[in-house]
């Protein structure tokens, strides 16, 4: 199975609501990533939070890691539509020189 | 240029046929990495260049998929004789490092196999 889980697969919720993505890795990382991609193109980093970090905020996000449950969260707050994309977690894996991405979580802001 | 390019960005092509996918990274760019993604799921590591580089191949998924860095610059992805399977779109990114940075991403190639 991948070593990034993104949960819920998909998520629809109302503009001006906030939005929680889950993302679970099975292995130690050097750092966890967090990406957006709108119409299944190139994508666009968000936020880098660091193994020694537990919360870091960027605008409307923000991100949590709880290496001892192995897992991330990141929260948009008061969504809007330009916030409908699909959302990536992406590991840095220690010893390995590569991201290794989840599936993505789908994410719909209704007007 | 400011950012990643591919070209092309659509490539519609027989069964059989081989095709070639090119990056243009970010200049001075040291990382650069390939990508397929197919419809509706995530990211499938291909490969990973350091430089001119390859030390990590393990994504291509068989023999008929090959990739060239030169100049550590651009990188060229080719396909040789395409299946249906292949159908996808192909990513690249590229980072000044290869740790603790993100990745910058073109817009890919959408390639359809007919």
């Known amino acids: 199975s991948q070593q990034g889980e993104e949960d819920p697969q998909a998520l629809s919720i109302q503009e001006g609501e906030n939005a929680t993505m889950n993302c679970s890795y099975k292995t130690s990382i050097n750092n966890l990533q967090w990406y957006r991609q709108n119409s299944g193109r190139g994508l666009v980093h968000l936020i880098l939070?660091?193994?020694?970090?537990r919360e870091k905020h960027s605008g409307r996000l923000r991100v949590t890691l709880d290496t001892s449950k192995k897992s991330s969260s990141l929260l948009i707050t008061a969504s809007r539509a330009a916030d409908t994309a699909s959302y990536f977690c992406?590991?840095?894996?220690?010893?390995?020189?590569?991201?290794?991405f989840g599936q993505g979580t789908r994410l719909t802001i209704n007007p | 240029g400011a950012g990643v390019s591919q070209s092309p960005s659509n490539k519609v092509t027989e069964k059989g046929k081989d095709v070639e996918l090119r990056c243009d990274p970010i200049s001075g760019h040291t990382a650069l990495y390939w990508y397929r993604q197919s419809l509706g799921q995530g990211l499938e590591f291909l490969i990973y260049f350091q430089g001119n580089s390859a030390p990590d191949k393990s994504g291509l998924p068989s023999d008929r998929f090959s990739a060239e860095r030169t100049g550590g610059s651009v990188s060229t992805l080719t396909i040789q004789r395409t299946q249906q399977e292949d159908s996808a779109v192909y990513l690249c990114?590229?980072?000044?490092?290869?740790?603790?940075?993100?990745?910058?991403f073109g817009p890919g190639t959408r390639l359809t196999v007919l």
């Open positions: 990114a590229s980072s000044l490092i290869p740790r603790y940075n993100e990745q910058f």
């Open positions: 992406a590991t840095d894996l220690q010893g390995a020189q590569k991201l290794v």
């Open positions: 939070i660091r193994s020694n970090e």
